[in-house]
């Protein structure tokens, strides 16, 4: 198998239908798996939870708690109850999704080859590094921001925001192109950012993969294979910083976004 | 990496797993760490209020006590002059009584002298009468001499 398909298989979803209609089962089944694991590990600490005395899990969760909570405080102006678990929940969901990537990148593709005996199967574990998942992300808040833009401000508010912001009331239709491009480009950077970091990281992943598989050839392996181990643990490190801080930005600017929607002065 | 319907059922998995965090996981917990909050709060203030009420129970009984000592020593002071009074009272009763037993004394003593004194003269004009009477026996008629005799008892 050469490079650019080794490469390509990798980063084929294994989908169902055609045209638009075409759904990638694995990108849902994962994000699925990562949200029913969030559900099921939230309902179990749920059963126990502890006033008093909380335990290392309960104490971990309540951490991550209170990280989110301080962040939609110092960046969300006024109360809003579901600012917080829908922070929370971007950054748990994100973060997990986003750890997809730090599994060996062959890991999964191949056990899934092995279960259903088709050796040429697609299987593209990362769910972030498929643009539908970020962008259903990214819309979602979008949809959030209009709605509050408009709850809060009302229809006219939200109108005159695209008329008369940024430069006054003598520039209408440079403010309607500005404010346009200003909010559409909201779910566009949370989205493709993402997306971008995820796609990138795991291709580096790939990359690095393809060291030791398809260069190791007889004696060179001696060099390439500790080669490839070193420059793999040294991504992994990195790419742990990324996905978190990933998932910490998607999670603010969600935050903030929303934030300014809120704000009446606009 | 084209966007196709698994955008569709991204959206509602996000928007259900919002709505089951907000429900199992953001709600049971943030309520905990807010009632866990408002019980150390409650616990520190009503500890801060213990502390004040002790300042205040320890400057009650300084008070209280510093009173008492004030209120024995008042007792004290007039128990003092009650019992020096009592004494010039007795002092003064002492004096009276002695006054009034040297008086009484004075009376008896002159009463006795009077007394004495009557009693001797008695005998005195007893023993003159006896002596003259062996005296003038053979001379002197009682009878005639009556007046004379009288006269010198008189005397006496």
Sequence with gaps: MGTV??????????????????????????????????????????KQLESGTPGGFQNFVESILDFVSTNVRDAFPGHNPLIAPLALTIFLWVWLMNFMDLIP??????????????????????????????????????????????????????????????????FVPVNIVMTLIEEVSKPLSLALRLFGNMFAGELVFLLIALIGGTLAVGAAALFWAPLQVLLDLGWLIFHL?????????????????????????? | MSINATLLIQI?????????????LWGPLSKLMEERQKKIAD??????????????????????LKEAKAQAQNILSQAEKRSSEIVEDAKVKANEEADRIKAAAQAEIEQEVSRAREDLRKEVATLVVSGAEKILRKEVDASAHNDMLETLVKSI
């Design chain 1, 5 to 46: 398909e080794y490469i390509q298989h990798h980063l084929t979803n294994n989908s169902i239908g055609e045209g638009f209609w075409t759904f990638n089962m694995d990108t849902i089944v994962v994000s699925l798996l990562l949200g029913a694991l969030i559900v099921f590990a939230a309902a179990r600490l749920g």
């Design chain 2, 43 to 64: 616990g520190l203030s009503a500890a801060e209020k213990g502390k004040h009420e002790l300042e205040l129970a320890e400057q009650k009984a300084k008070e209280v």
């Design chain 1, 241 to 266: 910083l990324v996905i978190t801080l990933q998932a910490f930005i998607f999670m603010v600017l969600t935050i903030v976004y929303l934030g300014m929607a809120h704000d009446e002065g606009h």
């Design chain 1, 105 to 170: 990148v062959d890991l999964l593709p191949y056990l899934y080859q092995l279960i259903t005996g088709d050796s040429h199967a697609y299987l593209k574990v990362v769910p972030t590094t498929d643009l539908n998942t970020t962008l259903a992300m990214a819309f979602t808040v979008f949809a959030l921001i209009i709605f509050y833009n408009i709850k809060i401000k009302g229809v006219g508010g939200f109108i005159k925001m695209f008329l008369f912001h940024p430069f006054g009331k003598f």
């Design chain 2, 12 to 24: 509602i998995a996000f928007v259900l797993l919002v709505w089951f965090v907000n429900k199992v």
